[in-house]
């Protein structure tokens, strides 16, 4: 096995945690440090983990063997941190959404671009086998016009309401997947926040115009 990528991650809520665990499992990599500003999350996720933790996020822009930082923090924070970070020359990984609107979205794109480093956000569903093959069915014309994609989106549980504060809603936050998915040749995804909600047997339901072809009709629906 070739050498380990040294990373940091900033953010401890429910998703940090669950991105700090999985890296300390990863034989690619080693988990130098931990950051959140509430200090008895750093530490006890560090103590935990059995690595640094901090409550400052220029630990880990200082810390010259830290060569990229994952990002999990509040959306508002993303893009700001993203700058931040690609402006000392490291890699980022970063959850989605880099921000909720696109002028700043496209700033921390051209700026890790501009410094010559990687910068991926966190759409994990385009490394999903089955939703690869769905994706190379529907460019190949295997399936002829799609009108209709459904989808079921839930958690295991339901989020903070310090997170659903800061947040950036039921769309950007589920169905921001089924935009990401790619569409029929031809298509571009929309979403139109805050139309398309409705309550069903005790969840959420989501309709969001998918941007088909013009001689296609459809939605995508999803539901929490």
Not at 78 to 104: D, R, S, T, Y
């Amino acid at each position: 096995m070739g050498r380990r990528v040294r990373l940091g991650l900033a953010g401890l809520g429910r998703m940090g945690r669950l991105h700090a665990e999985n890296l300390v499992r990863s034989p690619s990599i080693e988990l130098v440090r931990v950051v959140d500003t509430v200090e008895e999350a750093a530490r006890a996720t560090g103590e935990q983990l059995e690595v640094e933790w901090s409550t400052s996020y220029e630990d880990l822009l200082q810390d010259p063997e830290i060569e990229g930082v994952v990002l999990v923090t509040p959306t508002a924070l993303h893009a700001q941190m993203i700058g931040q970070a690609v402006g000392v020359g490291k890699h980022v990984f970063c959850e989605k959404p880099i921000a909720l609107e696109l002028e700043p979205t496209a700033r921390a794109i051209e700026a890790a671009a501009t410094a010559g480093v990687k910068l991926q956000v966190g759409f994990h569903r385009r490394f999903d086998p089955d939703w690869a093959a769905a994706a190379a069915r529907i460019r190949a014309g295997e399936l002829g016009d799609v009108h209709l994609f459904r989808s079921s989106l839930r958690d295991k549980r339901p989020p903070s309401i310090d997170y659903i504060a800061g947040s950036g809603g039921f769309f950007a936050d589920v169905t921001i997947h089924d935009a990401h998915r790619p569409p029929p040749s031809g298509a571009q995804p929309m979403a139109h926040p805050g139309r398309g909600f409705r309550r069903l047997g005790g969840r959420l339901h989501a309709t969001v115009p998918p941007g088909l072809p013009p001689r296609a009709r459809g939605v995508r629906r999803g539901d929490t």
